[in-house]
């Protein structure tokens, strides 16, 4: 990145990236989502997989230019990383709940839209165009007037 962009640009060109990524993958999830509703999850693997190889090999011809001037990093060893890692709690108690509580992540990415397909009864569409309903706002107290809006709990 430090070689692709100066140090003034890099921001810029991050947040581009970012949310450039972020509206492609809402449009995939929708995308997606109508694909397996057609034709089915089977087909829906290898085509991600072909558009996955396409992407790399493309990604493999993207020029990176060399400096000249450029120091190699200095490599650090696994036993320094153990070394650090023994003496530092503030960062082992981050390494350890990073494990713990980022496993909980990671499980439930795939198990979100199987609950949704097969115990809500939701189709992949809807599924895939979930995350971009709006929310219902709580109502407040203060404001019973008429067109507040209210929400319902059971």
Same mark, same amino acid.
């Given at each position: ?7 003034? #640009? ?6 581009? =990236? ?13 995308? *997606?989502?109508?694909? +397996? ?6 087909? %829906?693997?290898? +085509?991600? *997989?072909?558009?996955?190889? %396409? ?14 001037? *450029?120091?190699? %990093? #200095?490599?650090?060893?696994?036993? #320094?990383?153990?070394?650090? $890692?023994?003496? &530092? ?10 494990? +713990?509580?980022?496993?909980? $992540?990671?499980?439930?990415? @795939?198990?979100?839209? =199987?609950?949704?397909? &097969?115990?809500?009864? +939701? ?17 407040? @107290? $203060? ?10 709990? *059971?």
């Amino acid at each position: 990145m430090q070689q692709v962009y100066p140090r003034d #640009e890099r921001g810029r060109a991050l947040g581009v =990236i970012r949310v450039a990524g972020a509206a492609v993958g809402i449009g995939l999830a929708l995308a *997606a989502g109508y694909f +397996v509703g057609w034709a089915g999850y089977r087909l %829906a693997f290898p +085509v991600a *997989a072909a558009f996955g190889m %396409a992407a790399a090999l493309a990604l493999r011809r993207l020029p990176v230019p060399v400096v000249a001037d *450029a120091a190699p %990093a #200095e490599r650090h060893n696994l036993k #320094e990383a153990w070394a650090t $890692i023994r003496k &530092d709690t503030g960062y082992r108690r981050l390494l350890l709940a990073s494990c +713990v509580f980022g496993s909980g $992540i990671w499980l439930m990415t @795939p198990a979100t839209p =199987i609950l949704q397909v &097969d115990v809500l009864r +939701v189709t992949t569409a809807q599924s895939a165009s979930l995350p971009r309903s709006p929310r219902p706002r709580p109502s407040s @107290p $203060i404001s019973c007037g008429a067109g507040s809006p209210t929400v319902t709990r *059971a």
